[in-house]
């Protein structure tokens, strides 16, 4: 069905008819990768068992998707401005159902690893679409309506993530197992392709400039060649490959950064851009992000594993024990950004030591049982508390950082946290994993406890480096 194209740069003479029922399609869409980024991860023993996965496997299982989604990300999200958002997030919408029934019909670790990735560049293909069609599509305080919605179903996803994961795993729907946490993408992606035939219309930027799809592919090279060797090297006795391999993923993503502050083809958007990276405020706020994202990726890799394989728990008790970690950031975010405007970096401050406090507490309350196995409630306070700090730091990291960097670099610095995201993702359930499955010889409870001083480190970091930032966040008007 052909629709009307609207652009941001020409004001509409009247709002589009159909845009709530768009938005709630692409927010519907959106949920997919929303869940996937945490139901996968309480169904990861079971795939383990029924696959025969190795540690490194069960790495890649979690890496590959973050991978494959944050090297596409920016990209995508330059494509959709220039050649249209319409066609790009169908595309996105069915490729992800498509890749979905990849992971749930694989045979082997490898068939999974692969459609995993996939997944992760086909919700990168998606997601930004969603985000830059509701900054066409809306103004005012409708716009707010909209990210707020878009926000709400966010916090929601990751909330029931990790508790549907374990209920699909444990029913056994058909005999799937663990195989539904990814079927169920199916159905929700067939819906959401036909709703977006009828309902979305087509948006893009007139003044958007040609992507930079060569630096893509060397920048999603870069960050793989980063990763390889955290994963596989401690089951090949890190050879002298891993270390080349990591300083040549280091020296690709310096110097794609490096080339693109030189080049003066301006109709070239870049991936990185410069001037952000001059401001050491920005600079500091995606190292901060990045590292939120290791040690919380990692964390809920070891922490599903240890539970289930370790504890004997099951995939539905495990998800249960972490509604604890989504309680607390239930309390919190939704004051989160009215703090922040008010406190600024001292908001996030705060939250990074909630973290880190709250994992120090899972640290000490596995480490001194004094039964064969920890129960649930000692593990409730430390979850609790770093939930809870979750919402002060993640939710206005981003507006408080941003208030550093002029609006014209804004949209292309969201995207790069977003990257900074799902890079420090893989390269936690790379790192952390790691030392967990390096020490699990010696029990898991072990190597959780030689895994989470890892965990709690990334959060320290994050609070020393908060001083550093702004000290307000932006504010409605854009201030």
């Given at each position: ?72 990300l920016i990209v995508s999200g330059h494509l959709g401005d220039r050649y249209g958002r319409r066609g790009l997030f169908l595309t ?260 990074a030591l909630l973290m880190a406090a709250g994992f120090g507490g899972i640290w000490v309350a596995v480490a001194h049982a004094s039964a064969p196995h920890t129960g649930a409630w000692p593990l409730v306070p430390g979850l ?96």
């Amino acid at each position: 069905m052909s629709t009307p194209a609207l652009t941001s740069t020409a004001p509409a003479t009247a709002p589009h008819p159909r845009r709530w029922a768009a938005a709630i399609v692409m927010t519907t869409a959106a949920l997919m990768d929303l869940l996937d980024v945490t139901i996968v991860n309480v169904a990861v023993p079971s795939i383990a068992r029924d696959l025969h996965a190795s540690a490194g496997d069960l790495q890649w299982l979690v890496s590959a998707y973050l991978l494959g989604f944050g090297a596409t990300l920016i990209v995508s999200g330059h494509l959709g401005d220039r050649y249209g958002r319409r066609g790009l997030f169908l595309t996105g919408t069915a490729g992800f159902g498509l890749a979905s029934l990849a992971c749930g019909l694989a045979q082997s670790p490898g068939q999974l690893i692969a459609a995993r990735a996939v997944q992760g560049v086909l919700a990168a293909v998606l997601v930004p679409q969603v985000i830059g069609s509701f900054r066409t599509l809306f103004v005012g305080r409708e716009r707010g309506a909209a990210f707020g919605m878009y926000g709400a179903v966010s916090g929601f996803a990751s909330a029931v993530g990790l508790l549907l994961g374990g209920l699909l795993t444990d029913a056994d729907l058909f005999g799937w197992g663990w195989r539904s946490v990814f079927l169920v993408n199916v159905p929700i992606a067939v819906a959401t392709f036909l709703g977006g035939l009828l309902l979305v219309p087509a948006t893009r930027e007139r003044s958007a400039g040609r992507p930079d799809v060569l630096g893509s592919v060397l920048l999603a090279a870069g960050l793989v060649a980063i990763v390889l060797p955290l994963v596989q090297g401690r089951e090949n006795g890190w050879p002298l490959w891993g270390w080349l391999c990591l300083a040549a993923g280091v020296c690709a993503v310096a110097g794609l950064g490096v080339y693109e502050a030189r080049r003066h083809a301006g109709h070239i958007t870049p991936l990185l851009p410069a001037r952000a990276f001059r401001l050491p405020a920005f600079s500091l706020g995606v190292l901060v992000q990045l590292l939120f994202s290791v040690g919380m990726q990692g964390f809920f890799l070891v922490f599903a594993i240890w539970l289930q394989a370790g504890e004997r728990y099951t995939p539905m008790q495990a998800g249960l024990v972490t509604v604890a970690f989504s309680v607390g950031g239930f309390l919190t975010a939704p004051v989160a950004d009215s703090l922040a405007t008010r406190y600024g970096r001292a908001v996030l401050g705060a939250g990074a030591l909630l973290m880190a406090a709250g994992f120090g507490g899972i640290w000490v309350a596995v480490a001194h049982a004094s039964a064969p196995h920890t129960g649930a409630w000692p593990l409730v306070p430390g979850l609790l508390v770093s939930g809870a700090g979750l919402g002060f730091l993640v939710v206005p990291l981003v507006n408080v950082v941003l208030s550093a960097v002029p609006a014209d670099l804004a949209g292309g610095a969201s995207g790069i946290f977003s990257t900074a995201q799902q890079f420090g993702g893989a390269l936690g359930a790379a790192a952390v994993g790691t030392v967990f499955f390096g020490h699990a010889d010696h029990g898991l409870s072990e190597a959780l406890t030689t895994a989470m001083p890892w965990v709690t480190a990334a959060f320290v970091l994050c609070a020393v480096l908060t001083p550093a930032l702004p000290k307000t966040a932006v504010t409605g008007q854009g201030e």
